[in-house]
């Protein structure tokens, strides 16, 4: 079966803390996302990535950076973790494609759910 | 610039009762597609489909149906005969402009079907 697996589903961290968020996929999927998601929002994208080594910013980027030193990792790093950072943390991957086709096979991992104190 | 609205923010219906989930959409592509996705309790968003601008046809998955009106630029959702295992937070989506690959959402909205 297909996944997208994120290392934890409740994380609790204190502010100031640096913050690693894993992702895994064995899809074989060249792009990969981090998507936040708060009540009334949505999901909105923090980053994204097309390939190893490769990132691009989402809409809300602040705060935030991400790794992806192997095709099947991409990691989210709170710097200095904050309040306003709690949140439903959400991982997907799809294949390359154009327009609506890099959606194609679009999976998304069940979520880590992060509270800063 | 690409925006996908959900006006209904929660839903609560009686189990049996239908139900209709509404999506309003801007876009500048002229060919596009549209998602609907159901986050259930469980937290993973799970795919229910995914539709070209192209086609205007109805579409009917056993209890659910979607009807998707380019003049208005909606694509609305519709659960028939509701149930319990219905209950979730569903998303509306398109994609964003050019080749980026994500996916643009909508603000969800929670439905509750009560026994």
């Known amino acids: 079966d297909v996944k997208v697996t994120q290392s934890s589903r409740y994380l609790v961290k204190r502010t100031g803390e640096k913050v690693f968020l894993e992702c895994v996929q064995d899809m074989d999927h060249e792009n990969m996302f981090w998507y936040r998601q708060d009540p009334g929002l949505g999901l909105r994208l923090i980053y994204f990535s097309y390939d190893v080594k490769m990132k691009e910013k989402g809409d809300i980027p602040e705060g935030y950076s991400v790794s992806r030193e192997k095709k099947e990792r991409f990691s989210l790093i709170l710097e200095s973790a904050s309040t306003n950072q709690t949140s439903m943390y959400l991982c997907?991957?799809?294949?390359w494609g154009t327009g609506g086709d890099t959606v194609v096979g679009y999976t998304f991992g069940s979520g880590t759910r992060l509270t800063v104190v | 610039a690409q925006k996908v609205t959900q006006a209904q923010t929660e839903i609560s219906v009686v189990e049996k009762e239908d139900v209709t989930l509404d999506c309003v959409y801007e876009t500048r592509d002229t060919t596009y597609y549209l998602f609907w996705y159901k986050q259930p309790p469980s937290g993973e968003l799970v795919f229910l489909i995914r539709r070209n601008s192209f086609d205007e046809q109805n579409e009917i998955s056993g209890r659910y149906s979607w009807n998707f009106q380019k003049s208005t630029s909606s694509f609305n959702f519709t659960i028939t005969a509701s149930q319990v295992v219905d209950s979730a937070v569903y998303f509306c989506a398109l994609p964003g402009s050019g080749n980026t690959g994500k996916l643009i959402f909508g603000q969800g909205t929670t439905l509750q079907v009560k026994p």
């Open positions: 997907a991957s799809s294949l």
